[in-house]
């Protein structure tokens, strides 16, 4: 093992810029060289790689958002032919193993590398906590601090004006960040892909806190769901509501990373580059119980699913008004 190759690939999220820090400098403090690869997938199949310099490429990075490698969205990465180019590129510039930092997608491309018997490792960095093998993915944090703040905000003009916002936050297929962001920020209903849901009964609670003093409200809908304003459409069915629909968007994706993430991509990257020194490879990296763990990509993608913690939302029923 002399030259590791590094990737950030899919949805950019906070914190990747530390987790490719925590490679790079890993792998070289320990005298491999360590390759930076620009835009993904479709950079690796271009050979848009170059050699990586501890001061100049990494110094300062640890509390940036987006990343230094850029990201694309490169959907001929499916096709085994490119995959194969790829590999072709690797072998040229002499790359023994590469260090995926990305979501479900990018796990599959690193997935794929690894069935054609090129040794990779997935980093979990997504803002949407949707990745089996760990309880937390790079990004998590921030998103949800994000999320919180701008639910924080709406609260008050909420209030002021007696309305009900629904407002849709990201996650693709996972509820987490609706989750845990609608937990904090006091949400009256939590609407999850996890979860049955019932329009009209959250229209009825609604109604009925108005009658008991509560004039105004907050929805959080996780985008997988449907669209804050379709659901906006469906409660006013049911309800005589002065209601406004908010979509957060990519804001959630941008920003300072918190400690939290720093720390944890630190602990992914540290640990990617301690497993393919012992010889290890064609794993997932995740973090269960604050234990980190690596488990092999292919069992991971084809045998587990990511698990959303469904009694968040039921602890919210309990302690809502
Ligand atoms: P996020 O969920 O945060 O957006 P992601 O990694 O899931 O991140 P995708 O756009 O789904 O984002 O995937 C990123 C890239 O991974 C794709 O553009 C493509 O290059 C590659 N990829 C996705 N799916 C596959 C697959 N089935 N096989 C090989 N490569 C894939």
Redesign the pocket.
């Known amino acids: 093992m002399k030259r590791i190759g590094i990737l950030t690939?899919?949805?950019d999220?906070q914190g990747m810029n530390a987790a490719v820090r925590a490679i790079a400098r890993s792998a070289m403090n320990a005298g491999l060289e360590a390759y930076g690869v620009k835009f993904?997938?479709?950079g690796l199949v271009e050979g848009n790689v170059f050699k990586m310099d501890s001061l100049n490429d990494l110094d300062g990075i640890i509390n940036r958002g987006g990343t230094i490698l850029r990201s694309?969205?490169?959907?001929?990465?499916?096709e085994e032919e490119t995959?194969l180019k790829a590999i072709e590129q690797l072998k040229k510039l002499g790359i023994d193993a590469l260090v995926v930092i990305?979501?479900?997608?990018?796990?599959?491309?690193a997935?794929?590398l690894t069935k054609h018997g090129f040794n990779s490792i997935g980093v979990p960095?997504?803002?949407?906590n949707?990745i089996p093998g760990t309880d937390f993915t790079i990004g998590f944090d921030t998103a949800v601090g994000v999320a919180t703040d701008a639910l924080d905000r709406i609260i008050d003009t909420a209030r002021s004006h007696q309305r009900i916002f629904v407002v849709e936050v990201m996650g693709?297929g996972a509820g987490d960040i609706a989750l845990w962001s609608g937990i904090s920020s006091g949400a009256d209903a939590i609407v999850i892909p996890e979860r049955k849901f019932d329009v009209k009964a959250i229209a009825d609670k609604l109604t009925a806190n108005r009658k008991k003093g509560k004039d105004y409200g907050i929805i959080v809908i996780a985008e997988g769901v449907m669209s804050a304003q379709d659901f906006k459409v469906e409660l006013d069915k049911h309800g005589d509501f002065d209601s406004r629909a908010v979509t957060l968007a990519h804001v959630q994706r941008g920003g300072i990373p918190t400690p939290k993430d720093r720390v944890l991509a630190s602990r992914f990257g540290d640990y990617a580059i301690h497993l393919l020194l012992e010889g290890k490879g064609g794993l997932a990296i995740g973090i269960r119980d604050n234990q980190l763990v690596a488990k092999d990509i292919i069992d991971t993608l084809e045998n587990h699913k990511h698990q959303t913690d469904v009694s968040l939302a039921d602890l919210n029923d309990r302690i809502r008004f």
């Open positions: 690939s899919g949805g999220s993904g997938y479709k694309a969205r490169f959907p001929e990465f499916a995959q990305g979501g479900d997608g990018s796990y599959h491309g997935m794929k960095g997504t803002i949407d949707d693709r």
